[in-house]
């Protein structure tokens, strides 16, 4: 059994922290995540233990632990948890952080003593007590400080060791959690300091933009979010563009009103929208970009004479396919490098065609959230993941990565490929999807292609789609299967929305219960705009009559 200080102190600390009445938490897309003020603290302080006791089986591995509610509201938060290679919390483990997050203060101390007789066991009998380590970051939310507070409170209580990193993008802290777990490691990921972030990400842009010019400035949108501070701080380490680099403006910078965080901007407004910030000064033609609030997404926009023009996580992962598969060719590598693509139901249908038909890339399907996605694409060589609303990024394997650092070239244009291969490794931050990465590798092969936003645009058309948000009264009873294209609860729905669908020229369109909002999205796509807003409005109203 535990320590009685062990125990008393945990009692102790989850007191002022009391699940509300009636309330049931559960472990959505990307974590928990709920309003700040309906019970969070008492979610964090347990995912602190659960940090603690992950990382003690693990070695003492260091766990980290991000506070953040993404692209949702400013009155929102929530918390994520990070592995120690700086993917996401095994999803085995979702089962015990939802028990313990669901446990009432008075037998929190109990349930957690089982859990450690019953996850250490192995540890236990080597009859070592293993230190715990965490890493910490946050956004800039107003209930961020209050919720570090019970965070620190739940770790104190265990003797767990700390760093708090204050504001952080959630890919910076991924990076961190993965610099600290490999320091030891014949290559170590990097340096777990925000100086060793911007560094590695200077040097690899500055190696893959030899030879290479980028056209014209590119306006980023930080919704209002932490990307706005670490954004203007990785400037200070890149080259102007009159040194051959790149020239950033940044707008939606405004951390600190906090209802303005996501409102009005952000890659989920523009994505979900379908167009500009109103705030946006940009002019026609304009190259544009948006983050969410944790910096995690990213679209690219630009508008002219025929309006508003959308370029979503799908075409970012085409464009980082095009490049990769190139270089692989030109590295005369092209049969040891296979390219893969991850995608969600949410990926157009058009982008889909592209990528099967003239690409000639296989493509894997998974269900929404990153998680899956990930480890889709750790299956191949060079697996390239993106969500159609920004979130994505591309893995090298071990054999991957080891071929391109180890071949040795045969001519100019072989080491060229290789070279930039090898800087894409160390550019592209494989932990996770990280936006301002993304928006850094994007610019770079925009710049070897030569390509506008125009032409980016035209390598094929996207399918019109309508993504609406619903609210019902339970989410709960919708219940998705086949990566989440079809519903298999409640029954009878699936064959309503297959009736509409098939009323369609091209038509597509399925519902799914987000997991990180109390609503069900419909997303639907057809030939023609009208008809893609027909279906989404009779999809709409299907669920609603089951809902
Ligand atoms: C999170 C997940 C994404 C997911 C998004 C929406 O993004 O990390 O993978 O696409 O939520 O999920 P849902 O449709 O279930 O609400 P973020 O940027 O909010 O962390």
């Known amino acids: 059994s535990l320590d009685v200080r062990v125990l008393d102190a945990l009692a102790a600390g989850i007191l002022p922290y009391p699940v509300p009445p009636g309330r049931k938490y559960e472990y959505g897309t990307a974590g928990f995540r709920m309003k700040a003020d309906a019970g969070l603290e008492h979610v964090v302080f347990t995912v602190g233990l659960i940090a603690a006791l992950r990382s003690k089986l693990l070695k003492s591995a260091t766990i980290g632990i991000m506070i953040t509610a993404s692209h949702n509201p400013p009155e929102d938060n929530g918390v994520k948890l990070v592995d120690p290679m700086g993917d996401m919390l095994q999803q085995s483990w979702e089962g015990y952080a939802t028990t313990l997050a669901n446990t009432q203060n008075a037998d929190l101390a109990k349930t957690y003593e089982q859990f450690v007789n019953d996850i250490l066991v192995s540890v236990i009998s080597q009859n070592q007590d293993r230190p715990a380590n965490v890493v910490i970051g946050r956004d800039t939310r107003p209930s961020g400080p209050g919720l570090v507070k019970a965070l620190k409170a739940a770790l104190d209580a265990v003797g767990a060791t700390y760093q708090d990193y204050g504001y952080l993008t959630t890919p910076q802290l991924h990076y961190m959690v993965r610099c600290i777990n490999t320091q030891k490691h014949p290559v170590p990921f990097g340096i777990p300091t925000e100086e060793g972030y911007y560094q590695k990400m200077a040097n690899a842009f500055k190696t893959m933009m030899y030879g290479r010019k980028i056209n014209g400035p590119v306006i980023v949108d930080c919704a209002n979010g932490v990307g706005a ?3 203007k701080e990785l400037i200070k380490y890149l080259p102007t563009s009159e040194e051959g680099g790149i020239d ?5 910078d405004d951390i600190l009103k906090p209802e ?7 890659a989920d407004y523009v994505k979900t929208r379908q167009r500009a910030p109103p705030g946006s000064k940009a002019a026609i033609n304009d190259r544009c970009c948006s983050l969410d609030g944790d910096a995690d997404r990213l679209v690219y926009y630009y508008t002219d004479s025929s309006g508003f023009h959308l370029l979503d996580g799908d075409r970012i992962a085409i464009l980082g396919a095009v490049f990769l598969k190139e270089m692989a060719e030109k590295a005369g590598l092209a049969d040891k490098l296979k390219v893969g693509l991850v995608q969600t139901a949410y990926a157009n249908g058009a982008s889909t065609e592209y990528v099967k038909k003239v690409l000639d890339v296989p493509i894997e399907v998974t269900a929404t959230g990153v998680k899956h996605l990930h480890h889709a694409a750790a299956r191949f060589d060079i697996g390239v993941y993106f969500e159609a609303n920004g979130h994505g990024t591309i893995l090298f394997s071990e054999k991957a990565t080891q071929i391109i650092r180890e071949t040795q070239p045969r001519n100019p244009g072989q080491k060229y490929a290789l070279d930039s291969l090898s800087a894409s490794i160390d550019l592209i931050n494989q932990t996770v999807g990280d936006a301002i990465s993304d928006m850094l590798f994007t610019e770079v092969v925009l710049a070897y292609k030569s390509w506008t936003p125009e032409n980016w645009l035209g390598i094929y058309k996207d399918l019109p789609n309508r993504l609406v948000r619903v609210t019902v009264k339970d989410r709960s009873v919708f219940r998705t299967t ?3 294209r ?5 029954k009878g729905i ?3 929305i297959n009736k509409a669908v098939a009323s369609y020229v091209k038509g597509r369109a399925f519902a799914r219960p987000s997991g990180t909002e109390d609503v069900l999205r419909v997303y639907a796509e057809a030939h023609y705009p009208h008809e893609a807003e027909a279906l989404a409005a009779q999809v709409e109203e299907i669920v609603k009559k089951y809902g």
């Open 248 to 252: 950033i403006k940044v707008v939606n």
């Open 260 to 266: 303005v965080l996501n409102h009005d901007c952000g």
């Open 494 to 496: 699936q064959n309503e």
């Open 229 to 231: 501070p670490k954004l």
């Open 482 to 484: 086949d990566a989440e």
């Open 486 to 490: 079809k519903l298999e609860s409640p």
